[in-house]
């Protein structure tokens, strides 16, 4: 049996697939009674899993097919072309150069050409973009609903407001201070609609994890009580340092 | 009054944390079904719906995946959603990955949707073709489409037949949790594509400016875009499309009212206690 044959066998039976997730991911919510070594075994082995695999797929799909497959038919039948491929090179491994103090300069040959590329490329398309986004400001408001025309008032003065509390070369009073105002609450709006996107995205991530947990009943039971059984333990007998008033849980 | 508001100021977290948690887990339990009720769409869901209802058969749809499964829950059924649509349309769709962390999870469920009965007559290279990665950023890619859309791929298949360049390309849909999406925003005033999106809910209000202008057609907001696209899909087909959005559309309903009954709680105790202490 081949290696790889012998690694699937492993990695991709039943067994492995429905105990491992589930294992890890009450490893993981153990942390929301209190850090213990469970929580820190699973976010260990979730740094490497995700570092390991990621290289893998770097080489497998970025570092083989787009240089190594390249200079290897260099040497079977050489373009003058392939030079660029070369040329890349040298110049990505520049970036070492970093590591050392004296010459560290010579990595800005790197982002010189970033930058420069990346700037020429995006300024002129920043410009038709900011100008996308005007012209659609300029248009006749009394079309559509009331909803619809009142929006642009609600566009053109809320960003003005929210401006003007950035506007520091005058104190705060009179006119300038309530639209100052004006600004603070339009700003809350919009922090208060992000916050409410976050919670839902947040909540959405524990979805899919309970989703899990509801798929394999049987594993999710014996895991959880298996990792109860390792806190109480663990947290009776081996660290008994006193819990924090807000600890004070179980 | 005072030992409740006492009690309740000292509320430990992880009360809070057990409540959230079964809010979330007990409807996605079996027999709580009666719990999950269909969400209504908005407009903007709605107008990617719109978009691959008005594409013809063999019409190019063009699928940028840029999502790793740290965005699975919120981007895989709405990508799921949108496959047996296109599938369901028969228009053509290109699968490319743009991060290389999701492309198993893309072939995966490629294979697990196209494995379907409904849909086992689909074939890679003919209804649907996975494009794999290529390291070059979305912008060179762009120009380099609007050139030689195979070429850019160096991908065979009787899929690229008809679509040549860019402009074959009827609709581009983009699945991200960064803001990735603005490159292709930026893109467009220059090659003038149809370009919608689905996102996760913490970038949702970041993309509501290219709404506004029509820069972008059509957006899916997190898990519950997702779960309006199933909606949509399976009221227009007359068969259940409902996914894993639908499903945790009420775990997300009921650990949001746990959540509000906490702020109001919290905001009860303040105001009590700051009365309290005058």
Same mark, same amino acid.
């Given at each position: 049996?081949?290696?790889?044959?012998?690694?699937?066998?492993?990695?991709?039976?039943?067994?492995? $697939?429905?105990?491992?997730?589930?294992?890890?991911?009450?490893?993981?919510?153990?942390?929301?009674?209190?850090?213990?070594?469970?929580?820190?075994?699973? *976010?260990?082995? #979730?740094?490497?899993?995700? /570092?390991?695999?990621?290289?893998?797929?770097?080489?497998?799909?970025?570092?083989?097919?787009?240089?190594?497959?390249?200079?290897?038919?260099?040497?079977? *039948?050489?373009?003058?072309?392939?030079?660029?491929?070369? !040329?890349?090179?040298?110049?990505?491994? &520049?970036?070492?150069?970093?590591?050392?103090?004296?010459?560290?300069?010579?990595?800005?040959?790197?982002?010189?050409? @970033?930058?420069?590329?990346?700037?020429?490329?995006?300024?002129?398309?920043?410009?038709?973009?900011? @100008?996308?986004?005007?012209?659609?400001?300029?248009? +006749?408001?009394?079309?559509?609903?009331?909803?619809?025309?009142?929006?642009?008032?609600?566009?053109?003065?809320? &960003?003005?407001?929210?401006?003007?509390?950035?506007?520091?070369?005058?104190?705060?009073?009179? /006119?300038?201070?309530?639209?100052?105002?004006?600004?603070?609450? $339009?700003?809350?709006?919009? #922090?208060?609609?992000?916050?409410?996107?976050?919670?839902?995205?947040?909540?959405?991530?524990?979805?899919?994890?309970? !989703?899990?947990?509801?798929?394999?009943?049987?594993?999710?039971?014996?895991?959880?009580?298996?990792?109860?059984?390792?806190?109480?333990?663990?947290?009776?007998?081996?660290?008994?340092?006193?819990?924090?008033?807000?600890?004070? #849980?179980? | 009054?005072?030992?409740?508001?006492?009690?309740?100021?000292?509320?430990?977290?992880?009360?809070?944390? /057990?409540?959230?948690? !079964?809010?979330?887990?007990? +409807?996605?339990?079996?027999?709580?079904?009666?719990?999950?009720?269909?969400?209504?769409?908005?407009?903007?869901?709605?107008?990617?719906?719109?978009?691959?209802?008005?594409?013809?058969?063999?019409?190019?749809?063009?699928?940028?995946?840029?999502?790793?499964?740290?965005?699975?829950? *919120?981007?895989?059924?709405?990508?799921?959603?949108?496959?047996?649509?296109?599938?369901?349309?028969?228009?053509?769709?290109?699968?490319?990955?743009? &991060?290389?962390?999701?492309?198993? /999870?893309?072939?995966?469920?490629?294979?697990?949707?196209?494995?379907?009965?409904?849909?086992?007559?689909?074939?890679?290279?003919?209804?649907?073709?996975?494009?794999?990665?290529?390291?070059?950023?979305?912008?060179?890619?762009?120009?380099?489409?609007?050139?030689?859309?195979?070429?850019?791929?160096?991908?065979?298949?009787?899929?690229?037949?008809?679509? *040549?360049?860019?402009?074959?390309?009827?609709?581009?849909?983009?699945?991200?949790?960064?803001?990735?999406?603005?490159?292709?925003?930026?893109?467009?005033?220059?090659?003038?594509?149809?370009?919608?999106?689905?996102?996760?809910?913490?970038?949702?209000?970041?993309?509501?400016?290219?709404?506004?202008?029509?820069?972008?057609?059509?957006?899916?907001?997190?898990?519950?875009?997702?779960?309006?696209?199933?909606?949509?899909?399976?009221?227009?087909?007359?068969?259940?499309?409902?996914?894993?959005? &639908?499903?945790?559309?009420?775990?997300?309903?009921?650990?949001?009212?746990?959540? #509000?009954?906490?702020?109001?709680?919290?905001?009860?105790?303040?105001?009590?206690?700051?009365?309290?202490?005058?």
């Amino acid at each position: 049996m081949d290696i790889k044959a012998l690694l699937d066998n492993i990695f991709l039976n039943d067994m492995f $697939v429905s105990w491992i997730p589930v294992l890890a991911t009450i490893m993981i919510l153990s942390f929301l009674y209190r850090d213990n070594p469970l929580y820190k075994i699973g *976010e260990n082995i #979730f740094i490497g899993v995700a /570092l390991g695999y990621g290289w893998i797929l770097s080489w497998e799909y970025i570092v083989d097919p787009f240089f190594i497959m390249p200079v290897k038919d260099m040497f079977v *039948e050489f373009h003058f072309w392939d030079i660029t491929y070369i !040329l890349w090179f040298l110049l990505a491994l &520049t970036m070492f150069f970093r590591f050392s103090r004296k010459n560290a300069w010579v990595a800005n040959y790197y982002f010189g050409f @970033l930058f420069g590329y990346m700037a020429g490329y995006y300024i002129p398309i920043a410009i038709q973009n900011i @100008l996308r986004q005007s012209t659609d400001l300029m248009k +006749p408001i009394n079309q559509g609903s009331f909803f619809e025309s009142s929006k642009w008032f609600v566009i053109i003065f809320g &960003t003005f407001a929210a401006l003007m509390y950035f506007f520091f070369s005058k104190p705060h009073r009179g /006119l300038l201070g309530k639209t100052a105002r004006v600004g603070i609450v $339009v700003m809350m709006i919009f #922090f208060g609609a992000a916050f409410g996107s976050t919670v839902m995205g947040r909540v959405s991530l524990f979805i899919d994890r309970a !989703l899990l947990l509801v798929e394999f009943p049987m594993q999710s039971i014996v895991c959880t009580i298996a990792v109860i059984i390792y806190m109480i333990i663990y947290f009776k007998f081996i660290k008994k340092e006193k819990l924090h008033d807000d600890e004070s #849980f179980i | 009054m005072n030992t409740i508001l006492e009690k309740l100021k000292k509320i430990d977290r992880r009360v809070i944390y /057990l409540l959230v948690m !079964l809010s979330i887990i007990i +409807p996605l339990l079996p027999g709580f079904d009666f719990l999950i009720f269909p969400v209504s769409p908005t407009k903007e869901t709605k107008a990617i719906f719109d978009e691959i209802e008005n594409l013809n058969e063999g019409d190019a749809v063009f699928v940028d995946w840029a999502f790793d499964p740290s965005s699975k829950a *919120e981007l895989l059924p709405m990508f799921e959603a949108f496959f047996k649509h296109c599938l369901k349309k028969k228009v053509k769709v290109f699968i490319y990955y743009a &991060t290389i962390n999701g492309i198993n /999870l893309g072939k995966e469920t490629v294979k697990k949707i196209t494995a379907m009965e409904e849909f086992s007559g689909s074939r890679e290279g003919v209804d649907y073709i996975n494009m794999e990665y290529v390291p070059i950023n979305a912008d060179i890619r762009i120009f380099n489409m609007d050139v030689d859309f195979k070429g850019t791929y160096k991908k065979e298949g009787k899929i690229f037949e008809g679509v *040549e360049t860019l402009r074959d390309l009827k609709y581009i849909f983009g699945l991200s949790g960064s803001a990735y999406h603005a490159t292709f925003v930026d893109m467009q005033i220059r090659f003038n594509y149809k370009f919608g999106i689905a996102v996760t809910a913490v970038m949702g209000p970041d993309y509501v400016p290219y709404l506004q202008t029509g820069q972008i057609i059509g957006m899916a907001n997190g898990l519950r875009g997702a779960a309006e696209y199933e909606r949509l899909v399976s009221d227009k087909y007359e068969k259940s499309y409902y996914g894993s959005a &639908t499903k945790g559309m009420s775990s997300l309903t009921f650990s949001h009212l746990v959540i #509000f009954g906490f702020v109001i709680v919290g905001n009860i105790v303040y105001y009590m206690d700051k009365r309290k202490r005058g």
